[in-house]
């Protein structure tokens, strides 16, 4: 049982590049979660999605694009990386809005560094 | 005002203490409240959940939540070092299903 995995768990890019940041959940659950963690931020949201093809965003979307064409994989991009998108990336999942109540499951992030 | 709200600490017991993690919450919408471990370097792991005014245990763990003062605290009874690590309070925001976090309480146990 694989569980939410992502990939890559480490990059290094620099300031311009595309950077794709990959999801992918075993457990075909419906709603789907990209956070940033920052020292002094804590986790903050960027994007979630509630099911394929229904994305929104959270609270630091900007500098971002997701796409959810398969319930389980929930790809993040960075169109064109700033340094201040250095962070740990995590995405979650969990089943359904009423399994909300109880739990998100974390994958293991990837720590991106900009240059 | 950040919606969830914990004390930075770090804080220190020494084992078989009991540790004693808050969180207060602004938003009075929200359903949910959880306790997420986080060691060094990995992913958030749940602890617990609660979402009824009071007490709640699992082995170790005690969540209490308090509605209308807005609080929510975790006990760890019997401390160990393997406790150690940076706990985190989270509200479930219904609107969005997504989850607030707290910024995260270092807790450091001593042997």
């Known amino acids: 049982d694989a569980g939410i995995t992502q990939s890559p768990r480490y990059k290094i890019t620099e300031t311009g590049r595309q950077v794709t940041l990959m999801c992918h959940q075993t457990?075909?659950?419906?709603?789907m979660f990209w956070y940033r963690q920052d020292l002094g931020h804590g986790l903050r949201l960027i994007y979630y999605?509630?099911?394929?093809?229904?994305?929104d965003k959270g609270e630091v979307p900007d500098g971002y694009v997701v796409s959810r064409s398969k319930t389980e994989n929930f790809p993040l991009t960075l169109e064109s990386a700033t340094r201040s998108q250095t962070s740990v990336y995590f995405c979650?999942?969990?089943?359904?809005?009423?399994?909300?109540?109880?739990?998100?499951?974390f994958g293991p992030g990837t720590r991106l560094l900009v240059l | 005002q950040k919606e969830v709200e914990q004390n930075s600490g770090p804080l220190s017991v020494p084992e078989g203490a009991i540790a004693s993690l808050n969180c207060t919450y602004s938003d009075r919408g929200s359903q949910s409240f959880f306790w997420y471990r986080q060691y060094s370097g990995k992913s958030p792991e749940l602890i617990m959940f609660i979402y009824s005014n009071g007490d709640k245990e699992d082995g170790r763990f005690t969540a209490q939540l308090n509605k209308a003062s807005q609080y929510v605290s975790l006990l760890i009874r019997d401390s160990q070092p393997s406790d150690s690590a940076t706990y985190l309070c989270?509200?479930?925001?219904?609107?969005?299903?997504?989850?607030?976090f707290g910024k995260g309480t270092k807790l450091s146990v001593k042997p």
């Open positions: 457990w075909s659950h419906s709603y």
């Open positions: 999605s509630a099911a394929a093809d229904i994305t």
């Open positions: 979650a999942s969990s089943e359904s809005f009423r399994r909300l109540q109880e739990t998100q499951y």
């Open positions: 989270a509200a479930l925001r219904g609107s969005q299903g997504n989850l607030i």
